[in-house]
């Protein structure tokens, strides 16, 4: 029997001492409203974005901010804080320029897509063909871009729940590749976001086996919308100098903290976010926020009493490039029994739903979940929760999970581009992640029921 | 007597046919609604910073400009179309790069000053000297920044009436001469805006002929918190490379377009914007809009009827590295009768407030602008009206003029960054500039009463 419930059962006892059980350890409630006042995650955020600044994956800056996360989490009070880690590919950004020739001679900004390849230091020119989406470019005729540069649009609208960068999203990680099979001697897609500002989104493009990798970065969406305008008016010819490079083999790493349970076998719960952040930003909202949100909750948790099982805090590295931090992890602790995970992952904006992945032995949690949640505008969702990158490989084991969705409504005017600053964090919002993020731990930490394997994985 | 007076007095015996007064040309209420539908100023937004993109003066896409100006203006049917050419010294931009040093080492984002000095191509490395205010920098004791780095921040904030940029913008004026003076080896300036975007403003600094110029930049917003931040921390030594040049002598020009006018005893009402702009954008804002809009109530009142007096059409050159278009033109035709000048050049949002400089003799204009505009939302403001850099020179004749104030509550935010760009621009607020511009110019244009000199010259 754990702490809370003998804690509830002496409140319960005790009507004439209700001081008593509103300050019981672990009542979610309490928690959820002293978070509201949590000035943890914020300094984690800001120390972070301001001592280290970007954290490029495999990079001396990630490796900066290795240090910099163990120190901060045995100075919070972590136990067995350490950096676990792992050798990955570094990429790493060259020159970018992108120019229009002609009549209308102008230069538009764009930044190379991770894992771009080069054009090579002369660069190259080529004429546009315009695909209006990813769908008209996987139409087109085979060879039918030897030579040319192609370049695809897409419609993308900010959304609440993020669902369009999915959608729309393919333009990015598969339009490259598509591009190249055909004959395109390099891409320009418009950025992945919802801003209207001179600063390209970056993010991971993927090459497979049999496709050798052009040149590939993405116009801001103004310089996007520019080279429509340009297009309705004639042929474009431009000339682009992209010049990434693969240097090899370099090290990344996980930071880990943890807060012990009571009862070594109810499992561990394990949270966490990304460490490392594309090179444009500092990485504030993608993902300060998250290792600052989770942390600062489990601290909290540990600083009430200890829980029934141990909170397992991870700052993966590597998210961006391909996540190679969660499967890094994974491969290392796939064999400890994880009985929940879940990570932050989508800013810092207002949690505004939740959704489950639970057993059925341990249902009831969606319930107490529902009425820890809604004081802080949060309702429940019926589809069926799923992770981030980081904690899949640990879910795929059909591992339970909780989903705390954030508004994705401004998430993607700053998403992987040079804006993603701390400015952009709301202290306000953060602290409403924090309190959600402290009463979920509480339940589902302290659950006095079995969280055993749920019946499949959900789909982010 | 002029044709509206001899329409107006016609409408007035045939009172059963109010359609006629409604319709008498230059009617400026009629005029005024009808441009409310106007797709001229838009035209020639989209179409210059479309086909011509950035345009800073006395390079060689100023000169497309020109050459796209002229080609517009006879196309729109305005006499007299012409390209006055003149000399000016040509500043470029090179590299910029800046970057703290140390344990926090990370990249901030930068742009050089117009007429910034230059680092050398090995740049420099030096520590901080921050100065809250400029008020700071000038208490700085003489000698005390030798060797270092100067960084002056400020609290600019956006105000309706852009009053801030000429309070905070001392900074950028006159903040690097200051440092320069007292040994500094190079100075950063929080960018004199109001937005949180990775986009620094630039704009002109001025040297006096004793001081030898320093590199000078403008730090992004979030950058130049971010310094703060890591001031707080400790000292912060940083490398500067800022590496502009003066190219010497090269050619700008001013493009000039008429509405001729009845009685040419009647004096030049002259209106414009400046056609060069920044390099960083494509000057959509600053000043695409202000010839567009200027032009686009002309060529209105010209296909409405022949006004009284001629109206003169110019877009101006070099306005944004010092005001050369407007000193040329005035060299050029200050000898000319002018009765009034105004531009437009302070974006697009929707004008608020009107103010006149008017003499006695014209003085009941003012009654009848109040009459034409307040269905616009534009109210009389009770200051004396100033000009725009361009205008002023001829201003400073005791020449009249209305300034149609816009709205400076998001102008700040784009003002010479890379985001001064098309979809910066509301079309629908754009439209009420037209309509505000048409219905001054049928006023002013074509009025009846003697528009002489006025007493004193308004600041603008």
């Given at each position: 029997?754990?702490?809370?419930?003998?804690?509830?059962?002496a409140a319960?006892?005790?009507?004439?001492?209700?001081?008593?059980?509103?300050?019981?350890?672990?009542?979610p409630?309490?928690?959820?409203?002293?978070?509201?006042?949590?000035?943890i995650?914020?300094?984690?955020?800001e120390?972070?974005?301001?001592?280290?600044?970007?954290?490029?994956a495999?990079t001396?800056?990630?490796?900066?901010?290795?240090e910099?996360?163990?120190?901060?989490?045995?100075?919070?009070?972590?136990?067995?804080v350490r950096?676990?880690?792992?050798?990955?590919p570094?990429?790493?950004?060259?020159?970018?320029?992108?120019e229009?020739?002609?009549?209308?001679?102008?230069?538009?900004?764009?930044?190379a897509?991770?894992?771009?390849g080069t054009?090579?230091?002369k660069?190259?020119?080529?004429?546009?063909?315009?695909?209006?989406?990813?769908?008209?470019?996987?139409?087109?005729?085979?060879?039918?871009?030897?030579?040319?540069?192609?370049?695809?649009?897409?419609?993308?609208?900010?959304?609440?729940?993020?669902?369009?960068?999915?959608?729309?999203?393919?333009a990015?990680?598969?339009?490259?590749?598509?591009a190249?099979a055909?004959?395109?001697?390099?891409i320009?897609?418009?950025?992945?976001g919802?801003?209207?500002?001179?600063?390209?989104?970056?993010?991971?493009?993927?090459?497979?086996?049999?496709v050798k990798?052009?040149?590939?970065?993405?116009?801001?969406?103004p310089?996007?919308?520019?080279?429509?305008?340009?297009?309705?008016r004639?042929?474009?010819?431009?000339?682009?100098?992209?010049?990434p490079?693969?240097?090899?083999?370099?090290?990344?790493?996980?930071?880990?903290?943890?807060?012990?349970g009571?009862?070594?076998?109810a499992?561990?719960?394990?949270?966490?976010?990304?460490?490392?952040?594309?090179d444009?930003?500092?990485?504030?909202?993608?993902d300060?926020?998250?290792v600052?949100?989770t942390?600062?909750?489990?601290k909290?948790?540990?600083d009430?009493?200890?829980?029934?099982?141990?909170?397992?805090?991870?700052?993966?590295?590597?998210e961006?490039?391909?996540?190679?931090?969660?499967?890094?992890?994974?491969?290392?602790h796939?064999?400890e029994?994880?009985?929940?995970?879940?990570?932050?992952?989508?800013g810092?904006?207002?949690i505004?739903?939740?959704?489950?992945?639970l057993?059925e032995?341990?249902?009831s949690?969606?319930?107490k979940?529902?009425?820890?949640?809604g004081?802080l505008?949060?309702?429940?969702?019926?589809?069926?929760?799923?992770?981030?990158?980081d904690?899949?490989?640990?879910?795929?084991?059909?591992?339970?999970?909780?989903?705390l969705?954030?508004?994705?409504?401004?998430?993607?005017?700053?998403?992987?581009?040079?804006?993603?600053?701390?400015?952009k964090?709301?202290?306000?919002?953060?602290?409403?992640?924090?309190?959600?993020?402290?009463?979920?731990?509480?339940?589902?930490a302290?659950?006095?029921?079995e969280i055993g394997?749920?019946?499949?994985?959900?789909r982010?």
């Amino acid at each position: 029997m754990n702490k809370r419930i003998l804690l509830a059962a002496a409140a319960a006892l005790a009507l004439p001492l209700p001081a008593l059980a509103q300050t019981a350890p672990l009542d979610p409630a309490a928690l959820r409203d002293a978070a509201l006042r949590d000035d943890i995650a914020w300094d984690i955020t800001e120390g972070l974005t301001t001592e280290v600044g970007q954290r490029l994956a495999a990079t001396e800056a990630e490796a900066r901010a290795r240090e910099w996360g163990a120190r901060k989490l045995k100075a919070l009070g972590f136990q067995n804080v350490r950096i676990e880690t792992f050798k990955m590919p570094l990429w790493v950004r060259g020159e970018e320029k992108a120019e229009v020739l002609g009549a209308s001679a102008q230069k538009l900004t764009i930044t190379a897509l991770g894992n771009s390849g080069t054009t090579g230091p002369k660069g190259v020119e080529g004429e546009i063909v315009y695909f209006p989406t990813i769908a008209d470019l996987q139409m087109a005729p085979a060879g039918s871009l030897k030579g040319k540069i192609a370049f695809v649009s897409h419609s993308m609208t900010a959304t609440q729940d993020g669902s369009q960068y999915g959608a729309f999203g393919a333009a990015r990680r598969s339009g490259p590749s598509t591009a190249a099979a055909k004959g395109a001697v390099a891409i320009l897609i418009r950025s992945i976001g919802t801003d209207y500002h001179r600063n390209p989104h970056t993010g991971v493009t993927n090459w497979p086996k049999d496709v050798k990798p052009i040149a590939a970065a993405a116009l801001a969406v103004p310089d996007s919308e520019q080279l429509e305008r340009l297009l309705k008016r004639g042929p474009v010819r431009m000339k682009l100098l992209i010049t990434p490079e693969f240097k090899g083999e370099a090290e990344s790493g996980n930071v880990i903290g943890e807060v012990p349970g009571s009862d070594p076998d109810a499992g561990i719960v394990l949270v966490g976010g990304h460490l490392d952040s594309w090179d444009l930003g500092t990485g504030a909202i993608d993902d300060a926020t998250g290792v600052a949100i989770t942390t600062a909750a489990a601290k909290r948790i540990m600083d009430a009493g200890q829980p029934r099982r141990t909170i397992r805090v991870v700052w993966f590295g590597a998210e961006e490039v391909g996540g190679f931090g969660g499967e890094a992890y994974a491969k290392a602790h796939g064999g400890e029994r994880h009985v929940f995970a879940s990570e932050s992952d989508f800013g810092a904006d207002r949690i505004w739903k939740f959704t489950v992945n639970l057993p059925e032995s341990a249902a009831s949690l969606s319930d107490k979940l529902a009425v820890a949640l809604g004081p802080l505008g949060i309702s429940r969702g019926r589809d069926l929760a799923g992770g981030g990158t980081d904690v899949e490989p640990i879910l795929r084991g059909k591992v339970a999970t909780v989903a705390l969705a954030q508004s994705g409504l401004r998430y993607f005017d700053y998403h992987h581009t040079p804006d993603d600053t701390l400015d952009k964090v709301d202290p306000v919002q953060l602290r409403q992640n924090v309190a959600a993020w402290t009463a979920t731990l509480a339940i589902v930490a302290n659950a006095a029921e079995e969280i055993g394997p749920v019946e499949k994985t959900g789909r982010e």
